[in-house]
């Protein structure tokens, strides 16, 4: 069984070198009726590989599609066959790491097709073999031929708009899921999972291999890696950590049905029905006073601790500056269930 397939268009400097590309109909586990196709057509003898593919290739290649019933994917190769741009097939037998552009943008285009989940993939490596480009309203263009490229749309009339100087584009360039709201799309990159029922406001941002399970109302920062479950809120500003710098090594991750407050942010995963108050940023080594359903004091303990716990309300003390922690549960509950495991 191999792991996954895509026609791809896309786009290359004058060295040839691949720059972006981009999947309508990316498939996940194709079965062996399309790999007998695929290795027929495109001469394909295992592994996994980025075949360029002429005109010809395809034609022949929608033909045999056609022949086994793959309609859609038929269609796509027939007119990539007359694409202006180069034309890239796919094929990963396993999922291991990338060793080129178009299979980076392979495993991506799966992550935000909703095919397979953040963290469910092998993404190690990958920001070597995406080039930093310029993303222009003239599609993605290598930052040494921009000044060149600038300069003849100006001679031509126009003005070359440079959206972004990035290695990851934004995703509702390549695909948008089923519904969701984004309202400032520059803020949702390629690879992210942004699931149904998600709205992502002007200040909310999603990195990728990170997203939502289901609805949520996103106005904050969703850091690469993290996921957030279904019936959770981010609030404006707020903050996801991420691991990719700064010696953060929990994943974090938020339950179902949380709330973080504005400007607030979490070092650790939250369980579900968890809320933080608006500006506390909770770090893994936060001293927390955990507080019983009477505002009783249990113990002083790390928020790391409180990792994965649900029914948990994280405050500010704004009389004395400590955070506490209040839970649904007595003092005796909760000592038994900290202590569990001691
Ligand atoms: C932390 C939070 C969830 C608490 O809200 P709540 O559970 O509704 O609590 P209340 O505001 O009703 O307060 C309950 C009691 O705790 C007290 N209290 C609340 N926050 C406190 C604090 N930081 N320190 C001390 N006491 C506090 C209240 O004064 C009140 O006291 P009372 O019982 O004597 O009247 C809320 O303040 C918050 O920050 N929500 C996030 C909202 C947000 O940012 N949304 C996103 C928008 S983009």
Redesign the pocket.
Known sequence: MSFAFGIGIGSQNKQGEWLEVFYQQPVMTPDSTLMEVIRNAMDYHGGNLAISAAAEQLSQLANALRQVGETGQAVLAEKAANSKRPVVVTILETDDTASSTPEVYLKLHLISHRMAKPHGLKLEGIFGLLPNLAWTNEGAIDLNELPERQLQARLEGRTLEVKSVDKFPQMTDYVVPKGIRIADTARVRLGAYVGEGTTVMHEGFINFNAGTEGTSMI?GRISAGVMVGKGS?L??GCSTMGTLSGGGNIIIAVGENC?I??NAGIGIPLGDRC?V??GLYITAGTKVALLDDNNELVEVIKARDLANQPDL?F?????TGAVECKTNKSAIELNEELHANN
């Open positions: 106005e809120d609030g404006g709330l407050g504005a809320k108050e608006a309300l405050r500010r003390n704004s009389q």
